[in-house]
């Protein structure tokens, strides 16, 4: 309950339809929305464009939004709203984004019923988008791993220069 109010606080809810307007928003902008989440007060909305994000994509997306949640009367509390680019070091979140960074170097904390809790570099070297699988290659040590994605807790790329 809101203090002094005697009526409960009602929390902002990222739904489904909110997501897909999101996606909407995002799409009218040139960009694919990576990611949305409500996190601590903070609305963050992760955009992407092939030729990378600019300043621009980021201010047109966060108006277009800013209004439908304005609309939408989206919660009863003050936000905090953040439009950005996933950056170098992007989690991963969805199928197509393993399938999108085959080949490329991320860091995996992922947890099995023989691993508790275990974090590798590797190399991505494939997804199996019917088995909802990827596998790795651990670099120096060919070490070879294959995971479920419900088994991932993290996947970020690494930065490679």
């Avoid at 040139?30 to 990611?35: F, I």
């Avoid at 936000?79 to 969805?94: K, T």
């Avoid at 947890?111 to 988008?129: D, I, M, N, S, Y």
Wanted: hydrophobic residues 35%; proline residues 4%.
């Amino acid at each position: 309950m809101e203090k002094g109010t005697g009526h409960a606080r009602r929390e902002p809810h990222l739904g489904s339809d909110l997501a897909s307007e999101l996606e909407a928003i995002a799409a009218q902008a040139g960009c694919e929305l990576v990611h949305a989440e409500w996190k601590g007060g903070t609305l963050r909305v992760l955009i992407d464009r092939p030729e990378g994000v600019a300043h621009e994509d980021c201010e047109r997306v966060s108006k277009q939004v800013s209004a439908l949640l304005d609309v939408l009367d989206f919660g009863s509390v003050r936000y905090v709203l953040e439009v950005s680019s996933p950056g170098l070091d992007r989690q991963l979140y969805r199928p197509r984004d393993y399938e999108r960074f085959v080949g490329r170097q991320v860091r995996v904390t992922y947890g099995t019923p023989e691993v508790r809790k275990r974090t590798v570099v590797a190399r991505l070297e494939g997804f199996r988008p019917e088995t909802a699988e990827v596998e790795l290659v651990e670099d120096g040590t060919e070490n070879r791993t294959t995971l479920r994605l419900e088994q991932i807790q993290t996947a970020r790329l690494v930065i490679e220069l």
